[in-house]
Nanobody, 125 residues
Framework: VQLQASGGGLVRTGSSLSLPCAASGDTVRTYSVAWFRQPPGKEREFVAGIFRSAGTTSYADSVKGRFTISRDNAKNMIYLQMNSLNGDDTAVYYC???????????????????WGPGTQVTVSS
């Protein structure tokens, strides 16, 4: 499966932004999908994920209550809705997918086989 994230940009603190990720080559309906981000000078970190077709969602504590991950199986799309953005959310955001992911590994970047190129999100005050 190929993934392509978009929707990044420069926004002000407190703003909202939606990141779409288009999948092609296979349907992601049965995949586990996730968003990761890499802040400047830091390692890639888990943001949010949906586990397989069951739809179980997980969030990093830093985004819980502000970000929402969703999947549109009919359109083969994955979304990340980000609200109440702040400077700590500045990062390159990546969407990822994997077919054989086990639940305990869902927050590990090395557990995902498929990645799209990132999209830059910059939050300014």
């Amino acid at each position: 499966v190929q993934l392509q994230a978009s929707g990044g940009g420069l926004v002000r603190t407190g703003s909202s932004l939606s990141l779409p990720c288009a999948a092609s080559g296979d349907t992601v309906r049965t995949y586990s999908v996730a968003w990761f981000r890499q802040p400047p000078g830091k390692e890639r970190e888990f943001v949010a994920g949906i586990f397989r077709s069951a739809g179980t969602t997980s969030y990093a504590d830093s985004v819980k209550g502000r970000f929402t991950i969703s999947r549109d199986n009919a359109k083969n799309m994955i979304y990340l809705q980000m609200n109440s953005l702040n400077g700590d959310d500045t990062a390159v955001y990546y969407c990822a997918a994997d077919r054989g992911l086990i639940l305990s590994s869902r927050k590990r970047a090395d557990a995902y086989d498929y990645w799209g190129p990132g999209t830059q999100v910059t939050v300014s005050s």
